[in-house]
């Protein structure tokens, strides 16, 4: 699939690619370091929050689209959304302060153990929830929304995002992909952003690996046509 809803599906992946991160870093953690648990609680929260913009613009763009031509189809997606971030996300946290604050190694076995065990119903609820919207929910939106509104929800929903989370957002999905999705989702950028944001963008992804970047220049050549103006 290429189309407008592209986009979507690049989150999806970067999601997912996190969950399965989280679940063997949790695995592997070194529960007597403070530093590896700290690292492991600043990437949680900050994927907690992408994870929760993701689903602000899903709740407050593509579930009501959706919910205006299909009654109560959109709902239990967004009751997902609620369950697994009191239940899974709400836990994890509750390990991490458990964990943080344990100062005896039995108590800190228990905090890992609660952290391992959340982390797994993390990947499984993700896994199953996007597999949802992927399989399910996006087919309908793709059979029943014409192109021109497809482009409109895929821009409304990536416009809900500010600017510099957008910019973390769009770094992190681009270190985790392969040249296919990076050279899919560039081409998305390049559709929905203003040039000042898109050459600050495009900068930032160069920069991130230069001999990749080569290869993008070679895959879009308008891309390297804008850097030389
Ligand atoms: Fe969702
Ligand atoms: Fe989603």
Known sequence: MSGPMQMYLYVHDAILREVAYFETAARELNWDSAEEVAEFADRMSWFHKIAKTHEHTEEEVLFPALEARFRFVAESYAFDHDDYDAHVFGEIDHAIAGLTRAERGGERRDGAELLYRQSVALHEHMRLHIAKENELLLPKLEAEFDLAEQVELAGAMAGMVEPPLMAQLVSWMYR???????????????????????????????????????????RIPELEAAEAE
């Open 176 to 218: 985790g992909q392969g040249i296919q999705d990076r050279e899919g989702m560039i081409r998305f950028l390049m559709q929905v952003l203003p040039e000042e944001p898109l050459t600050a963008m495009t900068g930032m992804l160069a920069g991130t690996d230069a001999e990749a970047w080569k290869e993008m220049q070679h």
